[in-house]
Structures are given as C-alpha cells and as structure tokens.
C-alpha cells in the first residue's frame, strides 16, 4: 500500500511534546506536500465509501480532525461538524469532559448540529488513550446521532485507546509504543 508508505514515512515523532515522556506523533509534514494531502484524503474517503459506511456528518475533532474532515465531508456530500474545547464555539452547545493521557478536557459540540438518527463518522489525526475520540461518541449520542466509525491517521496501540470506543475504528498508520 504505497499510499499508507507515504502517510507513515511524513509522519515526525517529537520527543517529550506536549510534555515529558510523550512521543508525540506530529503529521503537519504530511500538509507539505499536496501529493500526500490529497493521497490521505483519497484514502480516507475510499475507506468510508468501500465500507458502505453512508454518513450523513463527518464530525472533526480539535484541531487536527478540522484539517481534513470539510474536505472529506464535502466529497461524500455530507455535513462537516466541529467537535471543540469548551468555549469555543457560539450559541447553545452540549459538553463532555474527557480525560486524556496528560490531564482532564471538556469538549462542545453545537446543540442541534448533529440531529437524531443521522449517521456519524468521527475523524482525528490520532487515537492514543480514547479519551477524546469517547468523549465525541458521547456528544454525537447527546445530540441523537449515532456514531458508525471512528478513523484516525495515527493510532498508538499500545495505549488501547480503540476498546474504550462504541464503534469500529479505523487507523491508517499504527505504532506499538
């Protein structure tokens, strides 16, 4: 899978970013190259549609899931929603704490944004402990939404992250450690 070579060989690991004794895996290389941009974005839509998936929101998680879920949203002419930190966003919302591997944050999604019985893909860059990707599946289901896969570019396995999840999950690129 040529494809996958180049997503994993642009992909930079940061040593003790955000903090001590994480490694942190950094995929803004990938945007530096338009062949690998769209190479992701093809990929991820291929995924959704070879799978029969059929959503009707693509929601993208702060801030990473911003970069290419409009993108993704708009080739499968469906909704693009924001998950974000809390006070970010206007007007009414609804709001989940999460903890993640380096402490405790609240997410908001805009009340109504995802209506009840739409079909729901979740996207971020990377799936480490599932504190956030949850914490999205929990909104999308506050709002009546129902969550039918969760994708990332990057998923430390180690840190079993997927099993906390009430869908499949999908990851492009996986690290053990």
Request: aromatic share 8%; proline share 5%; net charge neutral.
């Amino acid at each position: 899978m040529a494809d996958v070579q180049l997503i994993k060989c642009l992909l930079k690991a940061i040593p003790d970013f955000p903090q001590q004794g994480i490694l942190f895996q950094d995929i803004f290389p990938i945007f530096q190259d338009p062949t690998a941009v769209e190479t992701l974005v093809t990929h991820i839509v291929h995924r959704i549609t070879s799978t029969g998936l059929r959503p009707d929101v693509i929601v993208g998680l702060d801030a990473r899931g911003f970069l290419l879920g409009p993108w993704i949203a708009n080739r499968l002419k469906c909704a693009f929603v924001p998950v974000r930190k809390a006070g970010k966003l206007p007007g009414k919302t609804t709001r989940v704490g999460y903890e993640k591997e380096y402490g405790t944050d609240y997410f908001e999604m805009q009340a109504g944004a995802v209506k009840a019985g739409q079909r729901v893909v979740v996207l971020d860059d990377l799936i480490a402990t599932g504190g956030s990707a949850k914490a999205a599946g929990d909104l999308i289901a506050q709002n009546g939404g129902t969550t039918v896969e969760y994708i990332f570019i990057v998923e430390l396995t180690a840190l079993k992250g997927a099993a906390k999840l009430d869908a499949p999950t999908y990851s492009i690129v996986q690290f053990d450690d």
